[in-house]
């Protein structure tokens, strides 16, 4: 091994061996899987008392799929797997390669693009609507950075099939009922609707695709409307960007209302488009129908400026805040237009990603523990004197009491072995003497 501690030689390979995981990627410590677990089975546990059941997708999609699926600016970021075999030899004696022949695969960036393909090949099978959970890792080859991997566990929930903003309605009283079993209060929703956005943007002159102005809001809480006002002006008239960067001041020094933004969007003497109206009046339901349950435990407000990232939304957007944390906690939307893409059959559906890795993040900081965790206990024996038949009736003795145990063969400083467990949540030890029925449990850190 190197004296860096990080590298280790072989004889075999020209490059050290690496022990540290790929840029990006971590591995994830017993506390912190520990408390991952919980944090999952409390999640399930909620989701399925509101009638969602857990799907699995392959890691691996087809990377037609993953392009076609208006992911936004995560198209940029998709790791491609390289062809094999026989397709690979064939691209390879082609003189004039291009990128796109190479790769035939990709592993996802979100789960949403698997779910909408595995609804269509399995709806046969599937009770309809479909209410699916689904929790697992994505990858996004973005730069690294604090709170940020290129590995990271999504936890969706999603219901196909349903036109109406019930489902909304559902999926964000289910995403906060699984945030306040963990714990959290007093958050906040923001919700907005694409229609709204798009109102807004044609309302100030803009003309042509949204999709990069929709990108450039999206930037708002990073760089500001200064910031997003830089960037459009680059592309765009501004006469027109002035008029948006107007209404998103207004909207941030202001509590917006769908009424008052009704009206500022309303032209003198003409009446609302009915699509316009419909978004309205459904953000209204929505609200309405949060409200009805939160109970004042946490509360939704209507937010013009938010966008969310994926092209795919074409209704209700919302995302989830907490004091404290200027970072969304999670976020979804309405995504009506995606089955038909993939089957041509036109399904309704919308959905919800709890930001699992923040949540165990704020956990972290915060000291949290896995609310039903077994007391650990430490069974120390002496490795030339006990039967191993001895140690394992003492460890089923005390697991019938109700600890979680671990035998360990004792070590000539049993002070800093005992510090060992104490730091790794041990809370009792028993120095095991040969005796089954003579088992003296002392707590750990006592004098």
């Not at 026989?86 to 960036?109: H, M, T, W, Y």
């Not at 690294?144 to 964000?172: H, M, N, W, Y």
Request: aromatic share 8%; hydrophobic share 40%.
């Amino acid at each position: 091994m190197t004296g860096s501690g990080t590298q280790m030689k072989t004889n075999e390979s020209k490059e050290p061996l690496s022990l540290a995981p790929p840029r990006g990627m971590r591995d994830l410590l017993p506390k912190e899987t520990a408390l991952r677990d919980w944090a999952t089975r409390v999640i399930l546990e909620t989701y399925e008392q509101f009638g969602f059941s857990r799907i699995e997708t392959p890691a691996l999609e087809h990377l037609q799929n993953l392009k076609g699926g208006e992911g936004g600016e995560n198209l940029k970021l998709i790791y491609e797997v390289l062809k094999r075999g026989e397709k690979l030899e064939k691209v390879l004696e082609s003189p004039n390669i291009e990128r796109d022949q190479l790769a035939d695969l990709g592993l996802r960036f979100d789960l949403t693009v698997p779910l909408v393909r595995y609804f269509c090949s399995n709806q046969n099978d599937l009770l309809f609507p479909t209410k699916a959970i689904q929790i697992g890792s994505v990858w996004r080859a973005e730069a690294p950075q604090k709170g940020r991997f290129r590995q990271f566990t999504q936890c969706d929930i999603d219901i196909l099939g349903v036109k109406s903003e019930i489902a909304e309605t559902e999926l964000l009283a289910a995403s906060s009922a699984a945030l306040l079993n963990l714990g959290f209060s007093d958050f906040q929703i923001r919700i907005n609707d694409r229609r709204l956005l798009t109102a807004m943007v044609a309302h100030c002159g803009f003309t042509g695709r949204f999709d990069p102005i929709f990108i450039a809001i999206d930037k708002l809480d990073k760089i500001g409307v200064e910031g997003v006002e830089k960037e459009l002006l680059e592309k765009w008239p501004g006469e027109s960007v002035t008029a948006l960067c107007q209404l998103l001041r207004s909207s941030q020094e202001q509590n917006a209302d769908l009424t008052s933004f009704a009206t500022a969007l309303q032209k003198s003497g003409e009446n609302l488009s009915q699509e316009l109206s419909d978004a309205l009046k459904s953000l209204a339901a929505i609200i309405d129908g949060v409200q009805s349950t939160a109970e004042g435990k946490y509360d939704i407000v209507f937010d013009p400026t938010l966008v969310r990232g994926m092209g795919y939304y074409t209704g209700p957007i919302f995302e989830i805040g907490m004091k404290g944390y200027s970072y969304s906690m999670g976020g979804g939307g309405r995504y009506d237009k995606m089955v038909e893409k993939f089957s041509g059959r036109d399904v309704p559906a919308c959905g919800f990603s709890i930001g699992f890795e923040r949540i165990i993040g704020v956990m972290m900081d915060q000291g949290a523990k896995p609310k039903d965790a077994k007391e650990k206990l430490a069974l120390i024996f002496d490795p030339n004197r006990d039967k191993t038949a001895d140690i394992m009736k003492a460890a089923d003795k005390l697991r019938k009491q109700g600890f979680s145990v671990s035998a360990h063969p004792r070590k000539k400083d049993m002070t800093k072995q005992l510090d060992a467990f104490l730091q790794h949540d041990f809370a009792k030890f028993v120095a095991f003497k040969g005796d089954v029925d003579n088992l003296e449990i002392k707590t750990l850190g006592s004098k």
